[in-house]
């Protein structure tokens, strides 16, 4: 999720843990740390864009980091209070809990989290987007509710609990969106009497009404929305070629195999301007209307010094504007 998000739950959960003994300071240590495991990010400043992106949510987004950098962190603040607030259990408990609730939540993302490294497994279950304010403003609200109000009471820990809650029941309901709108895409399908291999599913950009999914066929991809607003079951279907032979020998290339594994074997390839192309489908278009056509996570490869290389192909930022606009007016229904 968003930097913003993993503080305010970070804030919250520490303020439960250990609010009542050491106040506002289990706030501000909850949310410290519910942003450490997004520290990952600085890889890219040393490491090239595929072993940034392999990399990302992976150790730092584990049980295991929580399990071993708790007690570390947790012995440090305990060191830096000169007065023991609280003891170094009840703190290193707070650093897990503000840990580890970072990449659970981050799991339900599309993303997902490589909660039980060094497996090779990345939890994703794909039902809320990385920025979603129906989720994160009621948290944020009740979470500063509880600040205001005075330390060590059954009020402060109610509100504080309250946005727990609030955010959990959000996140349920996702989930049966996610199921609902899952049920309509194989509807049209089957009645639209197109053979396909499997479907995923996942929320566009800042809500949970509009779903989009992409659907695996024999020798392409294709993409759709549903809104929950829709008046028409029927969901319109753009095709994109799969083109996987355009690799040609290239597919044998260790490179290319680790981008294969990164795309969990989503992907198309293309050529545009005499140039090869990766596209990585699980985060989808940037645009969501029947002419957008670049993907979110692309790769050009070429070759420098008779080596192999990828490259992440920039974001055009200056399309957002009507990309937001396009995005509004569909959630509004078809």
């Given at each position: 999720m968003?930097?913003?998000?993993?503080?305010?739950?970070?804030?919250?959960?520490?303020?439960?843990v250990?609010?009542?003994?050491?106040g506002?300071?289990?706030?501000?240590?909850?949310?410290?740390?519910g942003?450490?495991?997004?520290?990952?990010?600085?890889?890219?400043?040393?490491?090239?864009?595929?072993?940034?992106?392999?990399?990302?949510?992976?150790?730092?987004?584990?049980?295991?980091?929580s399990?071993?950098?708790?007690?570390?962190?947790?012995?440090?603040?305990?060191?830096?209070?000169?007065?023991?607030?609280?003891?170094?259990?009840?703190?290193?408990?707070?650093?897990?809990?503000?840990?580890?609730t970072h990449p659970?939540?981050?799991?339900?993302?599309?993303?997902?989290?490589?909660l039980?490294?060094?497996?090779?497994l990345?939890?994703?279950?794909?039902?809320?987007?990385?920025?979603?304010?129906?989720?994160?403003?009621?948290?944020?609200?009740?979470?500063?509710?509880?600040?205001?109000?005075?330390?060590?009471?059954?009020?402060?820990?109610?509100?504080?609990?309250?946005?727990?809650?609030?955010?959990?029941?959000y996140?349920?309901?996702t989930?049966?969106?996610?199921?609902?709108?899952?049920?309509?895409?194989?509807?049209?399908?089957?009645?639209?009497?197109?053979a396909?291999?499997?479907?995923?599913?996942?929320?566009?950009?800042?809500?949970?009404?509009l779903?989009?999914?992409?659907?695996?066929?024999?020798e392409?991809?294709?993409?759709?929305?549903?809104?929950?607003?829709?008046?028409?079951?029927?969901?319109?279907?753009?095709?994109?070629e799969?083109?996987?032979?355009?690799?040609?020998?290239?597919?044998?290339?260790?490179?290319?195999?680790?981008?294969?594994?990164?795309s969990?074997?989503?992907?198309t390839?293309?050529?545009r301007?005499?140039?090869?192309?990766?596209?990585?489908?699980r985060?989808?278009?940037?645009?969501?209307?029947?002419q957008?056509?670049?993907?979110?996570f692309?790769?050009?490869l070429?070759?420098?010094?008779d080596?192999?290389?990828?490259?992440?192909?920039?974001?055009?930022?200056?399309?957002?504007k009507?990309?937001?606009?396009?995005?509004?007016?569909?959630?509004r229904?078809n």
């Open positions: 968003d930097s913003l998000t993993q503080i305010v739950l970070g804030a919250a959960v520490g303020e439960a250990l609010g009542k003994k050491v506002n300071k289990a706030m501000m240590w909850g949310a410290i740390a942003t450490i495991p997004d520290l990952d990010v600085l890889s890219k400043l040393f490491l090239d864009a595929v072993t940034s992106n392999e990399l990302h949510r992976g150790f730092s987004h584990s049980l295991l980091f399990l071993l950098m708790a007690p570390l962190f947790g012995w440090g603040v305990c060191r830096l209070y000169r007065k023991k607030i609280a003891t170094w259990k009840e703190w290193s408990q707070l650093f897990f809990w503000a840990l580890f659970l939540l981050d799991a339900h993302t599309t993303w997902g989290t490589q039980f490294w060094p497996l090779d990345r939890l994703s279950f794909k039902n809320i987007f990385v920025v979603d304010p129906l989720y994160t403003m009621p948290f944020l609200f009740f979470l500063l509710w509880a600040m205001c109000t005075t330390r060590g009471t059954a009020k402060r820990a109610q509100r504080n609990r309250l946005g727990l809650v609030v955010s959990s029941l996140m349920v309901l989930l049966v969106f996610k199921a609902w709108t899952f049920q309509i895409f194989q509807k049209s399908l089957e009645e639209q009497s197109i396909y291999l499997e479907i995923q599913t996942k929320p566009t950009p800042m809500n949970s009404v779903w989009s999914a992409t659907v695996a066929t024999e392409a991809y294709l993409i759709g929305y549903t809104s929950l607003f829709d008046r028409s079951s029927k969901v319109n279907f753009v095709r994109f799969k083109n996987h032979e355009l690799l040609g020998t290239l597919k044998s290339h260790s490179l290319v195999k680790r981008l294969v594994r990164l969990q074997g989503w992907y390839v293309e050529k301007d005499g140039k090869l192309y990766f596209n990585d489908l985060f989808g278009l940037m645009g969501i209307t029947e957008a056509s670049r993907f979110v692309s790769y050009e070429y070759f420098e010094n080596e192999l290389k990828a490259k992440e192909t920039p974001k055009v930022y200056g399309e957002i009507p990309i937001l606009h396009s995005l509004t007016q569909r959630i229904g």
